[in-house]
């Protein structure tokens, strides 16, 4: 009963938006845009160290499931709208009206921000994930940013201070994007307990299926005892579908009615993109056999950057930050001109590298380049 009625809701938004009763805010987004490169890079010139893809490919079941689904691409997804959303809920343990579907997670965040009211703030830690930002700044909502504290952990006490009448949105990343870093989930929880009794909270776990650490934990128990939280996920990650676009969110349902109402599009994620997603998630031995890779490149990156003398971050997600002791920007454009794209930051009064565990080979190539340079 509970799945038909879910259906028939989701009839209903799917049909308003039709109408055309839905006005959103029409965004695109380009991640070339907040690239140091001023153009978007072909990946077959170039060692994507860059973006936190994932190197190891998609699931065997969801190569198979877009193969096989292709001939039915010329119908509206709506169907495969409820597949994966019962996986998820199943999954969670969490009914199925708690879940939004986006085009990335990005697509739920960017709708969120367009929650905020314009005289609002939103409340993040510098440093954080970039994307957000620059979509709270293109939306024009300030920002109010509080400092990483110095195990690079969100500094909820200061955060918690921050809190005023104006603020309209709290964002936090978990684990952090770009540090990688965890922030312990009993701190955590406590903080998004306080926090949402006064405004919405957004997590963001894009980074969840990597983290093996016991101090870690999700927030959507929260999100199951009604709280002002929302949790942002994503495919792009251990998944591999970062091309398919595909994320969601959890939330209460009366947050996920305001979301819908800013919705540009009645069904924003394609066929294709469900088929491969639902096939991904119940694939258990796909994600351990991702995570067992994912820690061999991190454990060479670790023994590699530390035999050149450079300290990190220790990681919890696909990526590891290390600090360096000339211009990270710089650094960059050498190395893409070696074909080879990592992110600078500079924050915290140092210049930092951000480097996606790429394979082996890519890996090698990025380390003998960075040993020269250093
Ligand atoms: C913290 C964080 N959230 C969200 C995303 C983007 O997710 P999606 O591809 O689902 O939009 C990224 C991608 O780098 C990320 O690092």
Same mark, same amino acid.
Do not use: K, Q, T
């Given at each position: 009963m509970r799945y038909a009625l879910n259906r028939r809701q989701w009839i209903k938004t799917s049909a308003l938006a039709l109408a055309g009763l839905m006005t959103g805010p029409g965004l695109t987004s380009c991640k070339g845009e907040t690239s140091v490169m001023k153009k978007i890079p072909d990946p077959g010139d170039f060692i994507m160290?860059?973006?936190? $893809?994932? /190197?190891?490919?998609?699931s065997p079941i969801a190569r198979k499931a877009i193969t096989g689904s292709?001939?039915?691409?010329?119908?509206? /997804?709506h169907r495969n709208y409820t597949q994966l959303i019962d996986s998820i809920a199943e999954r969670e343990d969490i009914? /199925?009206?708690?879940i939004i579907l986006g085009a990335g997670s990005t697509d739920v965040m960017v709708t969120l921000i367009h929650l905020v009211k314009k005289e609002g703030e939103i409340l993040v830690a510098d440093p954080t994930y970039f994307d957000f930002i620059y979509y709270a700044n293109l939306a024009d909502r300030p920002l109010n940013r509080v400092r990483l504290n110095d195990k690079y952990e969100h500094d909820l006490e200061t955060m918690e201070k921050q809190i005023s009448p104006r603020t309209d949105l709290i964002y936090v990343c978990n684990p952090n994007n770009p540090t990688g870093s965890i922030t312990p989930k009993d701190k955590l929880q406590a903080f998004c307990e306080q926090a949402s009794k006064k405004t919405m909270v957004v997590v963001d $776990?894009?980074?969840? $299926?990597y983290v093996q650490d016991e101090a870690y934990a999700s927030m959507i128990d929260l999100v199951k005892q009604a709280k002002n939280i929302i949790v942002t996920r994503t495919f792009s990650k251990i998944f591999a579908l970062a091309g398919l676009r595909i994320g969601y969110g959890i939330a209460h349902p009366e947050i996920l009615k305001r979301l819908h109402k800013l919705?540009?599009?009645?069904? /924003?994620?394609a066929w294709l993109s469900l088929k491969a997603a639902v096939a991904s998630h119940q694939d258990q031995m796909f994600i351990q056999s991702v995570n067992k890779k994912n820690n061999q490149a991190k454990a060479f990156l670790y023994e590699e950057l530390d035999k050149l003398g450079l300290s990190c971050i220790p990681s919890h997600t696909n990526f590891v930050l290390f600090k360096i002791d000339r211009d990270a920007r710089e650094l960059a454009k050498i190395l893409e001109r070696k074909k080879i794209l990592i992110r600078p930051f500079v924050f915290h009064d140092s210049q930092w590298i951000r480097v996606s565990c790429g394979t082996k080979e890519e890996l090698q190539t990025f380390i003998s380049s960075l040993g020269q340079l250093i």
């Open positions: 160290l860059h973006n936190n $893809e994932s /190197p190891f490919g998609i292709i001939d039915l691409s010329n119908r509206y /997804p009914p /199925p009206d708690h $776990e894009a980074y969840h $299926e919705s540009r599009n009645f069904a /924003p994620v």
